[in-house]
T-cell receptor, first 117, second 113 residues
Framework: GAVVSQHPSWVICKSGTSVKIECRSLDFQATTMFWYRQFPKQSLMLMATSNEGSKATYEQGVEKDKFLINHASLTLSTLTVTSAHPEDSSFYIC?????????????FGPGTRLTVL | GQQVMQIPQYQHVQEGEDFTTYCNSSTTLSNIQWYKQRPGGHPVFLIQLVKSGEVKKQKRLTFQFGEAKKNSSLHITATQTTDVGTYFCAGQPPGDSWGKLQFGAGTQVVVTP
């Protein structure tokens, strides 16, 4: 149990276009999901906390209008990179916490590799 | 803001040897978690430490949480090739109700047979 999927696994787009990434908890409900960026051989940088039914909470330095987050249901959060530019190229990875469990562990999706040309 | 530092960044280990990775936070933590990310994979939860001075063991892995709840360590004994990967510590700040984590830079472990 506790599987998180991400779609797409990779995407290549032209500069100026928008890209949507989906994060789904397949076998559990997740009121709270998190979005991270990971550069090659580096750590995970928390971008935002996604909460079902309310606005996402963004970390300092992350542009809200650039990275749109929608947590429309208890199993789905989406991240839209708007007007993408080459500097947005990165590995985006989401995670989810299980509802109604005391543990705090996060279950990670497999990640999405975004390349902006 | 809170910063979590982790050393060493790289660890080259001979199979059978022991090694330790260290994690330090600039502020007191509510809890600390450890994750392992295999090459090409995603982070997988290993353990959570909550209490001051807590020590937990998982087979060859020993995790410690400092008395001040600002530092932690992971010690692996008799390293095996299956231990290859990057080990991240991640701290949760006090008062955070969402379970938000601040990840350390990670220790990339390479094991030679």
């Amino acid at each position: 149990g506790a599987v998180v999927s991400q779609h797409p696994s990779w995407v290549i787009c032209k500069s100026g276009t928008s890209v949507k990434i989906e994060c789904r908890s397949l076998d559990f409900q997740a009121t709270t999901m998190f979005w991270y960026r990971q550069f090659p051989k580096q750590s995970l940088m928390l971008m935002a906390t996604s909460n079902e039914g309310s606005k996402a909470t963004y970390e300092q330095g992350v542009e809200k209008d650039k990275f749109l987050i929608n947590h429309a249901s208890l199993t789905l959060s989406t991240l839209t990179v708007t007007s993408a530019h080459p500097e947005d190229s990165s590995f985006y990875i989401c995670s989810a916490r299980r509802d109604q469990w005391e543990e705090n562990e996060q279950f990670f999706g497999p990640g999405t590799r975004l390349t902006v040309l | 803001g809170q910063q979590v530092m982790q050393i060493p960044q790289y660890q080259h280990v001979q199979e059978g040897e022991d090694f330790t990775t260290y994690c330090n936070s600039s502020t007191t933590l509510s809890n600390i978690q450890w994750y392992k990310q295999r090459p090409g994979g995603h982070p997988v939860f290993l353990i959570q430490l909550v209490k001051s001075g807590e020590v937990k063991k998982q087979k060859r892995l020993t995790f410690q949480f400092g008395e001040a709840k600002k530092n932690s360590s992971l010690h692996i004994t008799a390293t095996q090739t299956t231990d290859v990967g990057t080990y991240f510590c991640a701290g949760q700040p006090p008062g955070d109700s969402w379970g938000k984590l601040q990840f350390g830079a990670g220790t990339q472990v390479v094991v030679t047979p």
